[in-house]
């Protein structure tokens, strides 16, 4: 059963950073996709940042637009950890943030969430000017 726990979320000041984690368990395959995605209050789930976790997909990262230069996705395979880095925070960056994934070939949108499988069950980040 695949499991995803996320950690590393709270209150910062604007401009502060923080790093999440999210430590995945249980897949089968060796090949599977994983994401970030944020959700605030009133809003709809949004993507934030995606990569495939094996070498398959070239360790191609995906982001979106208006986040690329502030976060940065990466992974530890020995860990079974997927990690987001984010800087430079500012209030709009509240909300609570996922971890999703999808085992195997992924021939979804990254920042779709209808298209992953598995959800964390979200850290929260608060962001203060």
């Known amino acids: 059963q695949v499991q995803l726990v996320e950690s590393g979320g709270g209150s910062v000041q604007a401009g502060g950073s923080l790093r999440l984690s999210c430590a995945a368990s249980?897949?089968?395959?060796?090949?599977?996709?994983m994401a970030w995605f944020r959700q605030a209050p009133g809003k709809e789930r949004e993507g934030v940042a995606g990569?495939?976790?094996?070498?398959?997909?070239?360790?191609?990262?995906y982001y979106a637009g208006s986040l690329k230069g502030r976060f940065t996705i990466s992974q530890d395979n020995a860990k079974n950890t997927l990690y987001l880095q984010m800087n430079s925070l500012e209030p709009e960056d509240t909300a609570m943030y996922y971890c999703?994934?999808?085992?195997?070939?992924?021939?979804?949108?990254?920042?779709?969430?209808?298209?992953?499988?598995?959800w964390g069950q979200g850290t929260q980040v608060t962001v203060s000017s």
């Open positions: 990569r495939y976790t094996s070498g398959t997909g070239g360790g191609v990262a």
């Open positions: 999703a994934a999808v085992e195997g070939r992924f021939v979804g949108a990254w920042n779709r969430p209808a298209d992953f499988t598995y």
């Open positions: 249980g897949f089968i395959d060796g090949r599977y996709f």
